[in-house]
């Protein structure tokens, strides 16, 4: 059988006293878009330095392309890495990075002049190969990026944060490169804290506090919920806790699941529409505002750890923060 493009098997990372990963395990195939989703702080970097052959795990074991990285160069020739801080030389042109980058991997001048050529047309960059980098857009300078990480044709691409600092018209676009790149057998696997564009992966793994705490597809992962999001916001003078145990003494099992989400009542059910209607009758000016949607995956990520996305936040802590 071909081996996973990436497998990560029991992967956990401690600083000191704090265990930035915990027993992670995943596998990427060939031709795959994965995601990992998480807040800032959550373990995605501290995992993507360790895929990056940049940080030892404290325990666990991975592999790229089926070489452990034990294998050292032969490994990191199989791996185009795209960090999340630009590493362009802005006083150089486009092709000059690219010619310089290709000289670090000693390919021969006919070879990577074919291979700047063609990527340039995939990245629709031939205009600007002679533009210093500086004079680019944001989204311009990040397809330059990952142009660059794939001279060497490596079969994984590594991404952190992509999107960073892109309006979101670049960030489309972004989307539609990557999938391209996963049609050619390229292995992308990226970390995120944007919903959008965990939404464009095959699977997305959701990473908090440094545990993987779920992994499919994006349909699959907010299927679990079972049903549509009421999500009700109750007056100061009610508590969210005092409203979600009315609501379970007046509709009991009908109500589907309840979660108290800070000031908000969360009601995930099927058919949740014919719901709201008796429910703002039984608690008539009780609440400040009532919302109706389809499940999403920060409503998977507030099931699975009781709280917002942008709560779970937590400042850089150093080294081995995400």
């Known amino acids: 059988m071909t081996p996973p493009a990436v497998e990560a098997r029991s992967l956990s990372r401690a600083f000191g006293a704090r265990a930035a990963l915990s027993d992670v395990s995943f596998s990427v195939a060939r031709g795959e878009i994965f995601a990992l989703l998480g807040p800032n702080g959550g ?18 074991s991975f592999s790229i392309d089926g070489f452990s990285p034990a294998a050292g160069r032969e490994v990191r020739r199989r791996l185009g890495v795209v960090f999340q801080a630009p590493s362009l030389d802005k006083k150089l042109t486009v092709m000059e990075n690219l010619a310089f980058q290709g000289a670090l991997y000693s390919l021969s001048r006919d070879a990577l002049a074919v291979r ?7 990245f629709r960059l031939e205009d600007r190969a002679g533009d210093l980098v500086e004079t680019l857009s944001g989204g311009l300078a990040r397809r330059v990026e990952i142009a660059k990480a794939l001279l060497h044709a490596p079969p994984v691409l590594l991404l952190d944060e992509p999107s960073t600092g892109l309006d979101p018209g670049a ?29 464009a992966a095959h699977r997305i793994g959701i990473l908090d506090q440094g545990r993987l705490l779920a992994l ?56 949740a529409h014919t719901f709201v209607p008796p429910l703002v009758e039984a608690f008539p000016g009780a609440f400040k505002s009532v919302t109706l949607g389809a499940p999403s995956l920060e409503d998977v990520f507030i099931a699975k ?18």
Do not use: N
Request: proline share 5%; hydrophobic share 45%.
């Open 43 to 60: 373990g995605k970097t501290t995992l993507f330095r360790i895929l990056a052959t940049l940080l030892p795990p404290s325990a666990g």
């Open 116 to 122: 700047i050529r063609e990527l340039l047309g995939t």
């Open 305 to 322: 750890t009781g709280r917002r996305f942008r709560e779970a936040d937590v400042p850089d802590a150093g080294e081995g923060a995400a």
């Open 171 to 199: 960030r489309r676009d972004l989307v539609g490169v990557l999938a391209s790149l996963a049609t050619t057998g390229t292995a992308v696997l990226l970390t995120t804290h944007l919903f959008e564009e965990a939404e």
């Open 216 to 271: 499919d597809t994006p349909a699959a992962l907010k299927a679990t919920l079972g049903g549509d999001v009421v999500t009700v916001e109750a007056r100061e003078e009610t508590g969210a806790p005092a409203l979600a145990a009315g609501i379970e003494s007046r509709f009991g099992a009908e109500a589907g699941r309840i979660t108290v989400v800070g000031p908000t009542v969360r009601i995930e059910r099927r058919a």
